[in-house]
């Protein structure tokens, strides 16, 4: 039997104050589903390798794939300010992101919306987000008839710790349409796994760089983006549609959701 891992990072903020501002209305999450075997025999070879070839990575002092400082080519991304570079760099990394085996699920919350609509709120935006999350990874893994388990990225001490009291909640308590028993039947573990991008996960890595796009589909595909400029996120996401977990055809609700 298979065992798979969803790696999930966010974009934006959970504060629902701040949701006036257009430029922090919306909070996404995005998880990325790949086979743990994969990971081992593949994804961290190759990723490894393309960190050594373009950044000078050693074991000893590993480069950290972070979307923003790659984009904005600060150290140790300095190599792409030289443009044949930038040019063979992204290139092999969008050939990667086609042919590597993984599953996208993104949650996105109007979190201005949300507010107007309900009086009361049960959790804050990125717990609502992970519940919505977790569904929709359990139906994966019962497609497969498969088990795994759930890795975010540590956001720090307080919101941790808040965090990972959540996960317990779902996993204990259930959700609104999944029992716990039902959660117990393909999740290995009652506890989430909580890892600083800095620990060199590969996995998180790979959510960090694919978070954004994929947002940016979403907020493109509900009509919510004025922004109309072809970036290099476009490359990505015409990749990237083919990665959103499906159902029969429909990708809409399964691979991708938005809230409320």
């Not at 349409?177 to 506890?191: G, W």
Request: some cysteine; aromatic content about 14%.
């Amino acid at each position: 039997m298979s065992k798979y891992r969803i790696y999930i990072d966010e974009v934006g903020n959970a504060d629902l104050e701040s949701s006036k501002n257009i430029n922090h209305r919306y909070l996404s999450l995005t998880g990325i589903i790949f086979d743990l075997d994969f990971v081992k025999d593949h994804l961290f070879h190759d990723v490894e390798a393309l960190k050594r070839k373009y950044f000078g990575s050693h074991p000893d002092d590993p480069v950290i794939l972070y979307r923003k400082e790659i984009l904005n080519k600060k150290y140790p991304f300095k190599s792409l300010r030289v443009p044949e570079v930038e040019k063979a760099f992204n290139h092999e990394i969008l050939t990667y992101f086609m042919e590597w085996e993984y599953t996208i699920i993104s949650v996105l919350i109007d979190k201005f919306e949300h507010h107007q609509r309900y009086s009361t709120w049960k959790y804050d935006p990125y717990h609502y987000c992970l519940e919505i999350l977790v569904e929709r990874y359990h139906r994966f893994l019962m497609d497969r008839k498969s088990v795994g388990d759930v890795m975010v990225e540590s956001r720090g001490g307080k919101e941790d710790t808040r965090l990972k009291k959540s996960y317990r909640r779902i996993f204990e308590q259930g959700t609104n349409y999944i029992n716990a028993e039902e959660l117990k039947k393909v999740f290995t573990s009652r506890e989430l796994k909580v890892k600083p991008k800095a620990a060199n996960i590969t996995g998180l890595q790979i959510a960090d760089l694919l978070a954004f796009p994929a947002r940016r589909y979403i907020l493109k595909y509900y009509g919510k983006l004025e922004d109309k400029r072809q970036t290099f996120n476009e490359k990505i996401i015409e990749i990237l549609k083919d990665k959103f977990y499906k159902r029969g055809n429909k990708m809409e609700g399964y691979g991708f959701k938005l809230l409320p």
